[in-house]
């Protein structure tokens, strides 16, 4: 049986996700891009996966550069992901203009405001199909405000998630 790549969007449309920034900073210049493919390999050393489309506008200074912060947004942060996505109209240096940044250990562009942002080095790029799948290490960590609510990618429409806990255990 062959999966249509239609019929694998749909199904992964159904897959709920983190809204996160990807920024990138340094000698090539700044850029940045919208993503939900982000999660944790290892916590020894902290290594987080980033999949990212060849054809976006930033992903040559990612390479350039090595370094990237992944900034996870808060739901009140919807506009600087349309804003990274292309969906505001603006490009490359741009588009900081949307939130303030700040820099941690790598220069990557750090949100003021986010819910957590991963300053890390690239370690390894692996490209399969259309995308590169990057394997960056932290470097250092930023916390946001707990009270925040995250901004989630779900059914290809953006929801909000937080506010309450069901508890531990």
Not at 75 to 98: H, K, M, N, P
Request: aromatic share 6%.
């Amino acid at each position: 049986m062959t999966v249509s790549p239609e019929h694998f969007r749909d199904a992964m449309a159904r897959l709920g996700a983190a809204v996160n920034v990807i920024t990138t900073g340094g000698p090539a210049g700044r850029g940045g891009l919208t993503a939900s493919a982000v999660c944790s390999v290892t916590d020894n050393p902290p290594t987080l996966l980033v999949c990212m489309n060849r054809k976006a506008s930033a992903h040559p200074l990612f390479k350039a550069n090595g370094v990237l912060c992944v900034n996870t947004l808060a739901a009140a942060q919807r506009e600087v992901s349309d804003t990274f996505s292309g969906r505001r109209g603006l490009a490359g240096e741009e588009r900081f203009s949307c939130a303030r940044w700040i820099q941690l250990a790598t220069g990557a562009p750090v949100l003021e405001g986010a819910v957590a942002a991963f300053d890390c080095r690239i370690v390894e790029v692996v490209e399969r199909g259309t995308h590169s799948v990057v394997f960056a290490e932290v470097e250092a960590i930023r916390q946001g405000d707990p009270s925040h609510e995250a901004l989630i990618y779900f059914d290809r429409n953006y929801h909000r998630l937080g506010g309450t806990s069901c508890g531990r255990g």
